[in-house]
Every structure is written in C-alpha cells, then in structure tokens.
C-alpha cells in the first residue's frame, strides 16, 4: 500500500506554467474517469485551486509512478513534459501524510491561515468520492486531514485576522487608493473568492459595486447581497471603463479582459487611472494589459509580496501547529501499517477455516446417526475453536504494524502458511 503526491504549487511554479496544468470543475471529473481507467487499481484525488495542482494516490500494486502522473498529465493538457516536470514535487508514505496535512491546515498556502482551503480540500475530496475514485485510504486520509484542518484552526490563532486570499487583494489596493469611498468597483465572476472580496470592500467603505458573472442570476444575487448592481456578461467591456477597481476571478480557460477593451476603457477614463487584481488560475486578465499606461495589474503571484511581510511574526504559532501535525501523521501511519496486515490475517482465518469445513466434510459421514441439532454444536465449536486460535495472531500482527514489523510479520505468515497473493 503505497502513498504518493504530485504537485507544484505558488512557490514552486509561476502563475504561466500553474495555469496551463490547472483543471477546471468539469475536467477534474474527466481527468479521474481517465486516470482511473488507465491505473485502474488506484485511488486518486485531483486538488486544483489558483495557487496549487496535486495529485494524491494510493496505490496497492506500485502501479503509478512520477512519471506515470507526468505522462498523464502531458496527455491531458497537450503539454510537453519539459516544459513543466522541473517544478514539480513528489512525496511518498509519512511525508505524503504530512503534505496534505499541511495543505488542508493553510500551513502550505500561500496566505498563511486562509480559510478557502479547507473547502477546497473537501470539493476535491468530494468529487473524486463522487466519481468512485476513493476508497478506504484515501478516504481516511482526506476525512483525518479535514480533521486535523479544524483543530489546528480551533486550537491555535493561525487563522486570526484578515488571512484570506480576498482580503489581502483589498488590502493590496487600499496602497493605490487610500479612500475607497468614492470608487467603483467591477467584480467579474461570482464565486467563493468573489464573494468574499465583495464582502471586504464593502467593510472598508466601498459603496458602489457592479457584479458580472456567465449566470446572470448569480451575479444578480452577489450583487444584491451587497447593495450593487448586475451587469450581463456580454456588456462587460461597456462597463470597463467605469470601474476604478476590478477584481476578476472567474473559471474561464482564457483571458476575459484583453488589452484592446482596456485601452478603449482608459480612453473613455480619459486617463484615469485602473487598478486590476487578477486571483484567476487560469488568469483572466492578459498580462499584456500591465504594460498599458495609467493601468496597475496584479496576479495572485503579486499577492506573495504582501503575506510575506507578515511571515516571521507567525513563524512561533506555525511550529506549533506542525508538531500537531506531526503527532497526527504519526497516528494516520499507525493505521496504514495495521490494514496492510488485515489482508494476510484474513487470508490466515480463510485458510483456517477451509481446513475446519474439509475435516467437518470428511468427519459427517461418520456420524451419520448424530441428529442435525447435535451437528450444528460440533460445526459451532470448530469454529469458536479456529476463531480462538485467530485471535492472538491478529492481536500480535497489529502490535507488530504499530512497532515497525508489519512486514516481517506478513512474510512469515505467509511462508509459515504457505499463503500466497498477498503484498505488504
């Protein structure tokens, strides 16, 4: 039973190269349906936000490697694997454990303590168990995670203050516009992310808010949430040039925003500044639009720059949290190792119980004047007998997984008994 994560994240890989291997919500369920069907005796989960792709396998066979998941991932986007295998990272076992304990906890994100990505982790969760890509270790492994998420939240400050992606996008532009009051704001898409920068502007006093989204009625019900208005997507670049601020975080596989509509929109401003924070993954805004006079453009990468300078203030609480975490991934451990001898203590009580019914079947014809009654009593001894005799084996083969020797201990059950087709 083996533990492997590929993965590249906001720190490994620029926005350019995390883009073009991100998947969106309908290609995550046709990228499981053909990693399943291509490795089909293993488990996965595909996590895809703005700031990371993983990819998190079990697998009881080794029948996936790096470079399988590079292969299919090559397949999937039509990219070449050498325009992106050197960002990538791979852990296997307790530090696989450990990775998706700290990615679901923030520890690994790129705000330190943002709430997002526990939803994130769930909705990836959920949609591979959903597509039957999950079985019983990956779902103890994304459900103890989940667990661990929220007692690191709960028990520690990690997650006071404004931490989120959203917030910090404000906090970014109050250092262009110190007054937010009489600016205008154009939020495109009307997601989780948006909704949250919605809300943060409308705290630091942001009174006119125009919402664009492909459904129409969730623009509509973002916009009313906050006292503002739903524009039809397809008139967003008419409504461009009122926007001082433009916040865009939409699922589009390309830009929505080109530098042609900007230049109309700064035309129309005449001159006045655009202040643009594009948190999409793939990115919204063509990046050729920041070289644009009287245009300030931001992408999530930008964002780095603001989370570190609060980094050393917090490294005290992170070291806390990350002996929490190694405790839990200790413990996550000590049930892998205990269900890799569950196979061969199933495979010994099977083998048991077969010699039980062919010493039964060669006793019957013996007795054949013992009335059924008395039978059943000798066929339920037998087996109270062999289960018995199981259960100090079963006991030591789970104190043995706990102490290390889960794999010595399969071995010589399985020569002691002659037990085949079972792999540690």
Known sequence: MNLLVVGLNHKSAPVEIREKLA?????????????TARFTSTEVVILSTCNRVEIYISEPNEEASCEDVYDFLSDFHGLEKSKFVQYWYHYTGADAVNHIFQVTSSLDSM?????????????AYSVAKEENCTDKVLNQLFQHSLTVAKKIHTDSSIGQGKVSISSVAVEFAKKIFQDFEDKKVFIIGAGEMCELVAKSLCEEGI??????????DNAVTLAEKYGGSAIKYDLLNDYLPKADIVISSTSAPHYVIDPENVAKGIKERRGNPMFLIDIAVPRDIDPKVGTMNNIYLYNIDDIQTVVNQNADEREKEICACKEVIEAEVAKFMMWLEEIK????????RKHFHKVGEEELSRLRPK?????EDDWSQVVYTMERTINKLLHEPA?????????????????GVKKMFGIKGVRY
Not at 23 to 35: D, K, N, R
Not at 367 to 371: D, F, H, P, Q, V
Not at 398 to 411: D, F, L, M, P
């Open 341 to 348: 001898v569950a196979p061969v203590v199933a495979e010994l």
């Open 395 to 411: 006991r030591v083969g789970k104190q043995e997984a706990k102490n290390g020797g889960g794999h010595k201990y399969v071995e």
């Open 207 to 216: 009174k006119s808010v125009m919402v664009t989204n492909r459904s129409y």
């Open 111 to 123: 705000v330190l303590g943002e709430s997002q990505i526990i939803s994130q982790v769930k909705e």
């Open 367 to 371: 007795l054949k004047e013992m009335n």
């Open 23 to 35: 998947f969106g919500t309908q290609a995550v369920h046709m990228a499981l349906s053909q990693f």
